[in-house]
């Protein structure tokens, strides 16, 4: 800037030169900035583009959106809307004005959100709240299921209604709970401790349905996150559709992507354990069975040997003796059978099908989510290929030129490119865009006579 004064002061500068310096200036110095504003007289053009002018108190700003960047918007504000842009400074030299070149626009609101989002998910995961090493099973038969969330939301019927048709004698006890708002924090942390003091409840299911950042947003909040860290039971998060995450989905002990499911993964289906035990109890029985008989046989083979041989008044006492020994082994047996009962049944718990089948169901629909995501960024990368390969064509087409006021001169079906083709009182063709004329050549100037060119419009 400095060497721009002194050598204005030894030469004047012309009005291209001057704007040429300052812009040169600007856009080196302000290549990348981020602006936040009021957004008024938004204006979007046929051609595509979008011209938008951004505003505070004291100052306004205009801006401009290209084509191909209106495409891939995912937030499209509306006037008087408070919003937070990204681009760049750009100096138009012909007019000496400068607009803002914008590549992405968001609402100021959810950029903060998000930046607080950001911030205490790395805080508590510093802190080591998301470890798999902290995280509590699920019981397999809860006494009570817990559940926070509101009192007449969509949730709430969800869970009830799976829990019912699962295990219908599993009481849920409910603690109503705001679930947005400015009391939603302190009412989901105060549900959270109710229901840790309830003797019955042995898993806490905290969720709500499906809404916008903002709507979630007491769930991602510092208070509920460290209520459900310290939970003395475990809980299970369900927070929104499949593609909502929150802070919450992180601490708890178990992330289910909807109410339903989290009443799932709660509670066993009462049937598949009912014929589970009906196996366990009869093959204990035919065990059992087979050991008395075993052992019944033992014990009249031994009388029958001690009635043909000996007297029973001598052995009688190491018959008794023996008798004790005999319950003492039977009872044994009878432990370590109980025992194998027990191990057979926590097996069959892991192998079942419902259990199998629920995490094949998660595994399924985290493996569609990312295939959507895919397709859609594979669609959209064609769709833009497909966008800029139009404009490139367009570029290229006579007709464009001729619709920005370029026409077409012919004398006698011969293409005219020169005045030096020309005679006066030649009769010759001039073609537009939106149609022809027939003309005389009265005059015939030089291109040092004509008229100087005029300047291009901002695009």
């Known amino acids: 800037m400095n060497d721009m004064i002194n050598s204005s002061k030894s030469s004047p500068l012309s009005v291209s030169q001057l704007t040429a310096k300052i812009k040169r200036h600007l856009e080196e110095t302000f290549d990348y900035v981020i602006v936040e504003g009021e957004l008024s ?111 007449t939301g969509a949730a709430r019927r969800d869970v009830e209604s799976v829990i019912q048709r699962r295990s219908p004698q599993i009481p849920i006890v409910i603690c109503p709970a705001s679930v947005q708002g400015e009391h939603a924090v302190g009412d989901i942390v105060r549900a959270i401790r109710t229901l840790n003091n309830h003797a019955s409840v042995d898993v806490i299911i905290v969720g709500r349905g499906g809404g916008s950042l903002e709507d979630l947003w007491a769930f991602n909040e510092e208070k509920v996150a460290r209520a459900i860290a310290t939970s003395k039971k475990p809980i299970i998060s369900a927070v929104g559709h499949e593609t909502d995450t929150t802070i919450a989905d992180f601490v708890s002990d178990c992330r289910a992507p909807t109410p339903s499911v989290a009443a799932e993964l709660a509670v066993p289906v009462r049937d598949d354990l009912l014929y589970s035990l009906d196996v366990l109890t009869e093959s204990m029985t035919r065990l059992l069975t087979l050991q008395l008989e075993t052992n019944r046989s033992v014990l009249l083979s031994l009388s029958y040997r001690l009635q043909s041989s000996v007297d029973p008044r001598r052995l009688r006492l190491p018959i008794h003796q023996k008798m004790q020994r005999l319950q003492q082994a039977f009872g044994r047996h009878l432990s370590q ?109 030089s291109d040092t006579q004509g008229t100087p060119n005029e300047s291009k419009e901002f695009k």
Do not use: C
């Open 41 to 151: 007289g938004l204006n979007a053009h046929r051609s595509g583009h979008v011209y938008l002018t951004m505003k505070d108190e004291h100052a306004r700003i205009d801006g401009i959106v290209w084509r191909s960047t209106v495409q891939r918007l995912r937030y499209r504000p509306q006037s008087g809307e408070h919003i937070l842009v990204k681009g760049r400074l750009n100096v138009y030299a012909p007019q000496g004005s400068y607009k803002l070149i914008i590549d992405s626009i968001e609402p100021v609101g959810l950029g903060r959100l998000q930046a607080q989002f950001e911030a205490l998910k790395a805080k508590l995961d510093s802190e080591g709240l998301f470890e798999s090493s902290r995280k509590r099973p699920i019981p397999l038969l809860p006494r009570a299921v817990g559940l926070v969330t509101s009192a």
């Open 337 to 445: 059978s109980k025992r194998r009962v027990r191990d057979l049944e926590r097996r069959l718990i892991r192998v079942e099908p419902t259990v199998r089948l629920s995490q094949s169901r998660n595994r399924l629909s985290t493996t569609s989510l990312a295939l959507e995501r895919a397709i859609d960024s594979i669609i959209k990368t064609a769709t833009h290929q497909l966008n800029n390969s139009a404009l490139k064509l367009n570029a290229l087409s006579p007709l464009a030129n001729l619709s920005r006021g370029f026409s077409i001169t012919r004398k006698d079906k011969q293409l005219i490119s020169s005045a030096s083709q020309l005679q006066t009182n030649d009769s010759i063709r001039v073609l537009f865009a939106d149609g022809m004329v027939d003309a005389l050549v009265t005059d015939i100037y």
